[in-house]
């Protein structure tokens, strides 16, 4: 059974930097592609990034352009998310998510994906 466990939430200033990690247990994480998600209180989850299982292609949410980098360490079993000049907007509960294969277009799509992990929370505040 794959279980996937995030971490590196903090309570963050505004215009300063996290590194969220996510780390699979139970099997080998290069036959997933993984997406990060967050969910704010009061907000509907939605899609922030998603690599493929080669790191050949990325998907990022059109308001973390440019401030969020996604890359995976297969040989680590572990998928990271680059968080850089983060805004109070970014406050909320993120996610990594497995996806057995590619969801290609669709890769913000919750259901698309088969394995969640417990979620790490992010604030950024002064």
């Known amino acids: 059974q794959l279980q996937l466990v995030e971490s590196g939430g903090d309570l963050v200033q505004p215009g300063g930097s996290l590194r969220l990690s996510c780390a699979a247990s139970g099997i080998t994480l290069d036959s997933y592609s993984i997406g990060w998600f967050r969910q704010a209180p009061g907000k509907e989850r939605e899609g922030v990034s998603c690599i493929s299982r080669s790191s050949s292609n990325t998907y990022y949410a059109d308001s973390v352009k440019g401030r969020f980098t996604i890359s995976r360490d297969n040989a680590k079993n572990t998928v990271y998310l680059q968080m850089t000049s983060l805004k109070p907007e970014d406050t909320a509960v993120y996610y990594c998510?497995?996806?057995?294969?590619?969801?290609?277009?669709?890769?913000?799509?919750?259901?698309?994906?088969?394995?969640w992990g417990q979620g790490t929370q992010v604030t950024v505040s002064s």
């Open positions: 998510a497995a996806h057995y294969w590619w969801p290609g277009p669709n890769w913000s799509a919750a259901h698309e994906y088969n394995y």
